[in-house]
């Protein structure tokens, strides 16, 4: 156990360490993560599993993750994601398959002196905005049934309120007009958006399944309500350095009382009121609060827009929990730039979307631009 403590561990690599899986449950976080179960490969589908139930422990417990890709022969290989967290142990408690969802429970101790602090009193009391673009439906044939083409932009609505009113740590601005190509290898399109609307992540949402199964007429006469499965991929990226920072699948079923014929209209209370509706708003209710979780210490960060002497405008403000007086850090983006990872402002102006932050009296701005970071840890 000894050598365990001493590694940095990949996702990649968690299955073997399940053979050293400890005899207590003293100290340790369980937590619980799908994955879907493509041509019958099992054995990836729980690895994918137990790297989702890790990565959402790694970060409620304050740890860091950093997405890293690479070519190999003009060939883009598939993103390893990396932390600097050590593990103890690891123990598989459970395993599920059901309709092809394989679901595991894991139960892992993390080494504390890896992780960053996650005491309230020694956090920001901040909230970082969260950019959730529509949604991208795999199989829109499946929106058919019902009528529900509409249904990725209220999934963004309603996620966005959810966070908004619920969240401690994050709200969220939903642009259910953007349609973007979640999938595709070259992720600069994330940092573009946040720049764009003043947001530190950006929400990618994949809907992967959202069929109806209407059974056939009672009598031959008499139509029955349905179930219909609402499966949805959610994976957080940093819009500051395009790196993915959290990452969970939920799945859900409920009764579906339209007809064949119906069109179930999503701006409707008849929609929300039924059974798939009301399971849909608990799905999209834990999304939230899992991802609020996810980022809890997490430092908050922001850009500067302007400088103008030692007054540096940022593109946050009141609406992000800063106060005047709250301190915030610049963060180095080059070996190059002198002094910069030293140098702090303190807001003395406060916008609801912006603010203005004063370098120390004796400090000169060197080496940050227009587009530099500050963060609020």
Same mark, same amino acid.
């Given at each position: ?17 399940l053979l050293l899986s400890a005899s207590s449950h003293a100290s340790m976080l369980e937590y619980s993560a ?50 600097? $967290? ?31 602090? *996650? ?50 740590? $994050? ?31 950006v929400l990618a949402l994949m809907i992967d399944d959202v069929a109806a199964e209407l059974p056939p007429k ?45 069109? $179930? ?12 509706g009301h399971e849909l708003q608990r799905l999209l209710f834990d999304l939230s609060r899992d991802l609020d ?19 540096? *405008? ?5 609406? $992000? ?26 807001? *003395? ?29």
């Open positions: 156990m000894d050598l365990l403590n001493r590694r940095l561990f990949r996702l990649r690599s968690l299955l073997p360490l799908s994955a879907k179960i493509f041509n019958d490969r099992i054995e990836e589908a729980r690895q994918q599993a137990i790297d989702s139930a890790v990565q959402s422990a790694i970060l409620n417990a304050g740890g860091q993750l950093q997405l890293q890709q690479r070519s190999q022969a003009g060939v883009l290989q598939p993103p390893s994601i990396d932390w600097q $967290a050590q593990v103890n142990q690891l123990q598989l408690l459970s395993e599920t398959i059901d309709d092809q969802v394989l679901t595991v429970t894991i139960a892992l101790e993390l080494a504390p002196q890896a992780l960053q602090p *996650t005491a309230a009193n020694q956090c920001h009391n901040g909230k970082a905005k969260v950019l959730i673009p529509r949604p991208q439906v795999r199989y829109r044939q499946q929106l058919v049934i019902g009528g529900l083409y509409q249904l990725d932009e209220a999934v963004a609505r309603v996620l966005a309120n959810t966070l908004s009113g619920e969240g401690h740590y $994050a709200f969220a601005t939903s642009l259910p007009q953007l349609n973007l190509e979640l999938e595709q290898p070259d992720k600069q399109w994330i940092s573009a958006l946040g720049q764009q609307q003043a947001g530190q992540y009672a009598l031959g006469l008499f139509e029955r309500d349905g179930q219909r499965t609402i499966a949805l991929t959610a994976t957080l990226f940093d819009a500051f350095d395009n790196s993915q920072v959290w990452q969970q699948r939920y799945r859900s079923e409920g009764e579906w009382p339209f007809k064949r014929q119906d069109i $179930a209209d999503t701006a409707t209370e008849r929609f929300w009121d039924s059974g798939f979780a996810a980022l809890q210490c997490r430092p908050l960060k922001s850009r500067i827009l302007a400088i103008n002497g030692n007054a540096l *405008t940022l593109d946050i403000g009141q609406a $992000a929990g800063l106060t005047v007086g709250t301190v915030l850090a610049s963060q180095p983006q080059s070996l190059n730039w002198p002094n910069q990872g030293h140098l702090t402002a303190t807001v *003395t102006k406060l916008q609801h979307q912006q603010a203005v932050a004063t370098l120390a009296s004796d400090a000169a701005p060197q080496g940050l631009q227009i587009g530099d970071w500050l963060l609020w840890r």
